[in-house]
């Protein structure tokens, strides 16, 4: 991976304009520039461009929200780079909007054809992330531990326990794809397992079932027998079904011929019964004419009786019809002086009532006017008394508010004395914080210096000798003394300053609530005053209205007394409106006259009713003799139908006795009938039962022969199942042990082992010139234990003038160097072990360490190791090193964010 040109915009240091620095035309570069400027954020950009990881606060799960420029809410990464002779470039954004993270993730290829970049992005940003780390080959940590030496972190490889170590080198030599298989094969020895499980477990069913042939095949051979004595019995019972179906066959012909005689008999019988009916019906006819003609009246003398009753009918109708006239004019005239009567009444009345209407509002009119008059004199006594309370208060308060002048001069006194010290108050503050703060960095800085493992500046890293050091820590000393005096006295005078503001607030804090009387005071004399006014003015109103309420009383008063007089006037007149009026007595005099026409005529409706009823009877009379006179010219006719019906009878009888005697000659056919359908019901339940049981025995037979042959068929699964259980257990042992080859333990150790001489090899090579071969690396692969046996290890000790020395014991700008030469030859072998995959080395500051000896041979390492990476990047701030280089990107800081200029020195 060769880093082409980086974009960026809104990262760390870097301003919201788009910033591009371009790499592919130089090989050995130095980012340069004062600390703080963003050198090492350029290197934060790469590896958050690619991998999403840069530098992070501890507490933070991500590096995201953490690499956003002050005061902005997006940036944009965009890196490109050359890897396998192809370019690729990948886009990383990263926003905050309304509280939510947004991401956005871009893998592109470029397409010489088109001369353009094709997506390769993946749906989701996980999924492009991982895309890109199988593309490369490395994730972040393997990168930050090989070909990264970041900054304060050199020693990151040196400082991992021998696991972590090993896993580093297992990521450089590309061995996770042993692990994948070691993976592959436990997941086929653990499925061959679960296999192999089901299988014995199906060979332990099928020999738990194969244990009971035997008994199968003799209960096979009962349960025919008893197949064969069901079919005997079932036989027989069929044969005496056939025989009884016969038998109730030949009773059913003669029950049918029985049933047709029967039949023929209730005909019969129901004939006879209909012939007696009519005969003693028209016999009852005969006698009832012959009856009548023996009873009957004289014609002449109801005809008599007709004539004279007709006369007297006529008359009384006359007189019926004379009658009804007069009542209908005595009703007419009395119709007619009601009408007049309430015409003349509804007048009166009305005009009575409206004089009463007219009394009643008017008396209510009075008793309103003078309950208002009452209420108003009341509410005027009550505003007399409420504004002489109001004025007594009044009084009261302003003679409490002549003390308030002197009041307020006091007040604004103390208040203004308070904030003058209160203001000296927050300026000692400061300056006391001021001074712990100093201190607390003072206790920091001589920390530092008494680290003997650190002989370095806090500052700048430059290495310290004795007397400067001894200097620096007298000197800190004595600003300590210093300040720590100066922190008592201004803790003596915030003490001070604090209980005299303690006490005047409590002062104040009386004086402000006696200015809120005062304001409650004014308060009330503005209310008191108002309150007067307004009721002063209210008590005016209704004087005003108490005079017109009285002027207007004695008005409805006067009014009432002349209504009062009307008023039984017309209730005088409608009680005589009877006597009063001319027409209506003229009515009264005809209805009069009328009902004495009605009188003298005498006419008796219950006598007309007794001559009616008398005539229609006779008439009666005489169209019944008419009738009897046509019925008795049919009675010879009767009499002869009567002897028919007589002789029809006779014949029928016969016939009824003749049935009866042919019907008892059958005998009990119907009992015979029942017993014989008893006995077939009781074969056929009997042959029922049989099949039943035959079909019982059916199925057991073939429940058995199917399990006699599924157990011949389970012999044969059973042979297959046990082959197949050998060939599992073969497979399981091979893949297990395919596993345990390709493990941590196994050819990856073998791998680590082969790689570790030339980790070694290279490195003691970068470390003899660094150290002018004072010093040597050696890796241990295997250690010792005090058990007895070995036990897998990756651990670094250094062999030097003193002798053998773990890594651990070194320190300072030596434990540098050695970093130095691991890192280089681990990145050396990553480079040449993943063909392409790693060919850029970075290396971020840390040279503080170094005295000027140690510089120059950093730096003819750095050269001599040039040819063996397609580009080196140094990051520096030290002149004495940075000079070296051919190529610097300047870093500067501006308002607008950090600027990188591009400045070659041949």
């Known amino acids: 991976m060769i880093p082409r040109k ?200 099928l020999k738990s079932e194969m244990i009971h042939e035997e008994k199968l095949k003799e209960e096979l051979s009962n349960q025919q027998l008893l197949l064969s004595k069901n079919n005997l019995e079932s036989q027989a019972t069929k044969n005496e079904i056939i025989s009884l179906n016969k038998k109730i066959l030949e009773l059913q012909s003669k029950e049918h011929e029985l049933k047709t005689l029967q039949n023929k008999l209730i005909e019969n019988k129901q004939l006879s019964e209909n012939k007696k009916t009519k005969y003693f019906e028209l016999a009852t006819v005969w006698r009832d004419i012959h009856k009548k003609n023996l009873h009957c009246e004289n014609t002449a003398e109801l005809e008599k009786q007709k004539n004279e009753l007709s006369k007297i009918e006529k008359q009384l109708r006359g007189q019926q019809q004379e009658d009804l006239k007069l009542q209908e004019e005595i009703f007419k005239n009395q119709m007619l002086y009601q009408q007049k009567l309430d015409l003349i009444k509804k007048k009166c009345e009305k005009e009575f009532y409206e004089e009463k209407l007219t009394l009643d509002r008017s008396n209510l009119e009075f008793k309103n006017i003078t309950f208002i008059t009452s209420e108003k004199l009341g509410q005027k006594k009550d505003l007399e008394l409420k504004i002489e309370l109001a004025r007594n208060e009044l009084l009261e308060v302003e003679k409490e508010l002549k003390k308030q002048d002197d009041f307020k001069i006091k007040f604004e ?36 210096m008494h680290d003997e493992k650190n002989p370095s500046c806090p500052l700048c890293d430059q290495l310290l000798t004795a007397s400067r050091k001894k200097y620096l820590i007298s000197t800190l000393a004595e600003e300590e003394l210093f300040k720590k005096r100066r922190l008592k006295k201004f803790s003596f005078l915030i003490s001070t300053l604090k209980d005299l503001l303690f006490a005047q607030n409590e002062e104040i804090q009386k004086l402000k609530a006696q200015e809120d009387h005062f304001k409650k005071l004014n308060s009330l004399q503005e209310q008191y005053l108002k309150q007067i006014l307004e009721q002063q003015t209210t008590l005016n109103i209704i004087s005003s209205e108490i005079e017109k309420l009285e002027k207007n009383k004695q008005e409805i008063k006067t009014n009432i007394s002349n209504i009062s007089i009307r008023v039984a006037q017309k209730e005088k007149e409608l009680q005589n409106i009877d006597k009063n009026e001319i027409e209506l007595q003229e009515i009264t005099n005809l209805i009069v006259q009328l009902q004495n026409q009605k009188t003298a005529l005498n006419f008796d409706y219950q006598n007309y009713l007794k001559v009616s009823e008398q005539l229609e009877k006779i008439e009666n009379s005489l169209k019944a003799v008419d009738e009897l006179k046509k019925e008795t010219q049919s009675q010879k006719e009767r009499r002869i139908k009567l002897t028919e019906i007589y002789q029809e009878l ?9 049935l009866e005697k042919q019907i008892l000659e059958f005998g009990n056919i119907f009992e015979a009938k029942i017993k014989l359908e008893k006995e077939l019901q009781f074969s056929n339940e009997n042959l029922l039962l049989f099949d039943n049981e035959k079909n019982k025995i059916l199925q057991e037979i073939g429940s058995l022969e199917n399990s006699i042959k599924r157990i011949s068929n389970l012999k044969n699964e059973n042979v297959e199942k046990e082959s197949r259980l050998n060939f599992v257990f073969q497979e399981i042992n091979d893949y297990q042990k395919l596993a345990s080859y390709l493990g941590k333990d196994g050819i990856q150790a073998i791998l680590i082992e082969e790689s570790i001489p030339e980790i070694e090899e290279e490195a003691n090579l970068i470390l003899s010139k660094l150290s002018d071969n004072q010093a040597q690396i050696f890796i241990e692969s295997l250690r010792d234990l005090k058990k007895g046996g070995v036990k897998e290890t990756l651990d670094i000790k250094i062999s030097d003038a003193t002798g053998i020395r773990p890594y651990e014991m070194f320190s300072g700008g030596e434990a540098f160097r050695i970093d130095f030469a691991l890192r280089i030859a681990i990145s050396k072998m990553l480079a040449r072990r993943a063909g392409t995959a790693l060919q850029t080395l970075i290396i971020d500051e840390g040279f503080g360490s170094q005295d000027e000896e140690g510089l120059n041979r950093l730096m003819e390492s750095i050269y001599s190791i040039q040819d063996d990476f397609s580009k080196i990047i140094v990051v520096s701030h030290l002149n004495s090193f940075k000079d070296n280089f051919p190529v610097h990107f300047v870093v500067e800081k501006t308002p607008s964010g950090s600027v990188v200029n591009v400045v070659e020195r041949g």
Request: charged fraction near 30%.
């Open 413 to 448: 006194k103390t208040v203004k004395d308070f904030d003058k010290r209160r203001t000296f108050y927050n300026v000692w503050i400061q300056k006391g914080n001021w001074v712990k703060e100093s201190l607390v960095q003072l206790e920091r800085k001589k920390h530092v």
């Open 650 to 658: 006779k014949e029928l009888n016969k016939l009824s006795q003749s």
């Open 6 to 205: 980086i974009e960026l915009k809104n990262f760390l240091s870097y301003g919201s304009e788009i910033q591009t620095i371009d790499f592919k035309d130089h090989k050995l570069i130095c980012f340069s520039g004062k600390n703080g400027n963003g050198k090492s954020a350029l290197l934060d950009a790469l590896t958050w461009g690619i991998w999403g990881c840069g530098r992070k606060i501890s507490t933070a799960a991500k590096a995201d929200s953490g690499l956003i420029r002050l005061g902005q809410t997006q940036m944009m990464v965009c890196v490109e780079f050359e890897f396998n002779s192809n370019i690729y470039r990948i886009r990383r954004e990263f926003a905050k909007t309304y509280g939510r993270d947004y991401q956005a993730l871009d893998l592109e290829i470029f397409d010489n054809e088109k001369n353009a970049f094709s997506s390769l992005s993946d749906k989701t940003i996980k999924k492009t992330q991982e895309k890109i780390e199988t593309l490369l080959g490395l994730d972040f940590e393997t990168f930050a531990n090989s070909a990264f030496l970041r900054q304060g972190l050199a020693n990151e490889f040196s400082q991992k326990n021998p696991r972590e170590r090993k896993q580093i080198l297992c990521n450089i030599l590309g061995l996770n794809k042993y692990e994948n298989l070691k993976n592959i094969a436990q997941e086929k020895a653990r499925n061959f397992t679960v296999e192999k499980e089901k299988i014995q477990t199906l060979i332990d069913q």
